[in-house]
């Protein structure tokens, strides 16, 4: 008798504290017009290969967050930034973990974002009327990878020191149009100053106004049909949904972004697991004169091409490579859902990884070669 009593009171405690959940969600939907984010969106896009580039999303705050934390502790001039590394790994509060975290998540990001990326191309999302979108994703591309790079360069231990002797290596090769990347740039400031203005203003400023476009394309547009359907199609059925008609395959935004979160969260649970097993690591103070390092792996598969061609293919590799990436749009004339369109992605996807595979297996062999000492 008792216990039942007991469960009633539980039970209506339960019930008052989800009202009054209730009521505070729909003071918050009403002041911040959240209502507006309540649209009608494809159940499909809730599954985990059209939330690759939310994750991402998700997992950018979490640098932008870890990243203000390092700031507090970082020195960007060349004599103390090693020293400042040591601190932070050895005596700042938590600083070794949020560093960890910062890296770890920067090399998932990096990953969902070229998954995305691939799920894009599978998808042949980049066509009419989304080319602009694709090519705001491709600027978003680069701005990543210069964040990954100059994230390399600023621990300045021996791998960042040949890393930035890079940038400027490729700065000297362009002349003028190259100085920036260059100490001749500024007397004032050194170059690893710079680097650290690039990872914490100029990058993350580019980076804002590019994803603001990208988000504001996407929202335009619409998520993109799945292949065999059809974009017409898709729309009256979304247009039929806004107008209270019973659609099938229909979900709403807030679901879409709830699913964001969750995976956004499982992605930071895994960096700081990560973190905890294997913190980022920090070699010794930099020693100029030697070349002795490999790039991290997302650069690794040029380095074969540096040992082959030199510090110039460093430059116009990457650069065939974006131009390519920008004309797809250009080049892809196939029907969506054409067999012969299916076959070919699916072939340049096998070649691509096979080289990529290649290019890493000769790069991890061989012993590091000198490109920049005379
Ligand atoms: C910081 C990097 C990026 C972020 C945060 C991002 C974010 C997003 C988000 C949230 C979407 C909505 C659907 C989805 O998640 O799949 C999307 C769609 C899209 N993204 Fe990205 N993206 C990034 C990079 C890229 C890159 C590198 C490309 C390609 C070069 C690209 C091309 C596209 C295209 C074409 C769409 C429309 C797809 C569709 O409608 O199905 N994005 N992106």
């Known amino acids: 008798m008792h216990c039942i009593a007991n469960e009633g009171s539980v039970m209506a405690t339960l019930q008052e504290a989800r009202n009054g959940l209730r009521a505070t969600t729909d003071w918050a939907y009403e002041r911040l017009g959240l209502r507006s984010l309540t649209y009608h969106v494809p159940s499909y896009a809730n599954g985990i290969p059209y939330v690759l580039g939310g994750i991402t999303l998700f997992g950018i705050v979490i640098l932008i967050a870890t990243g203000i934390y390092l700031t507090q502790f970082y020195h960007p001039n060349p004599t103390d930034a090693h020293a400042s590394v040591f601190y932070i790994v050895n005596e700042a509060r938590f600083g070794d973990f949020v560093r960890s975290v910062h890296f770890w998540t920067a090399n998932i990001v990096m990953i969902t974002l070229l998954l995305h990326l691939i ?41 960042a020191f040949e890393a930035l002797g890079h940038n400027e290596g490729i700065g000297t090769i362009l002349g003028s149009l190259g100085v920036w990347f260059t100490s001749e740039f500024s007397r004032s400031t050194s170059l690893l100053a710079r680097v650290y203005a690039s990872h914490t203003s100029i990058l993350p400023a580019i980076l804002t106004l590019l994803v603001l476009g990208h988000l504001y394309l996407i929202r335009f547009h619409g998520i993109a049909p799945r292949p065999g359907d059809e974009e017409a199609e898709l729309s009256q059925k979304l247009q039929a949904a806004e107008q209270g008609e019973t659609v099938q395959g229909m979900s709403h935004f807030n679901v879409h972004v709830r699913k964001i979160v969750a995976y956004g969260l499982l992605l930071t649970a895994l960096a700081a697991v990560l973190s905890i097993f294997r913190a980022a690591s920090l070699g010794p103070a930099p020693v100029p004169g030697i070349e002795v390092t490999k790039p991290a792996w997302l650069f690794i598969w040029l380095y074969p091409f540096e040992n082959w061609w030199g510090l110039e293919s460093l430059l116009w590799i990457p650069g065939v490579l974006i131009g390519a990436l920008l004309a797809v749009p250009l080049l892809d004339r196939f029907r969506v859902n ?19 595979i290649g290019l890493g297996t000769y790069a991890a062999v061989t012993t590091p070669a000198e490109h920049l000492v005379d």
């Open 119 to 159: 799920r894009v191309v599978v998808n042949g999302a980049y066509r009419a009327p989304r080319e602009v979108t694709w090519a705001v994703g491709v600027g978003l591309l680069v701005v990543m990878m210069g964040f990954f790079f100059t994230g390399t360069v600023l621990k300045w231990d021996q791998e």
């Open 338 to 356: 054409s067999t012969r369109r299916q076959w070919v992605v699916l072939g340049i996807a096998v070649i691509a990884l096979a080289v990529v």
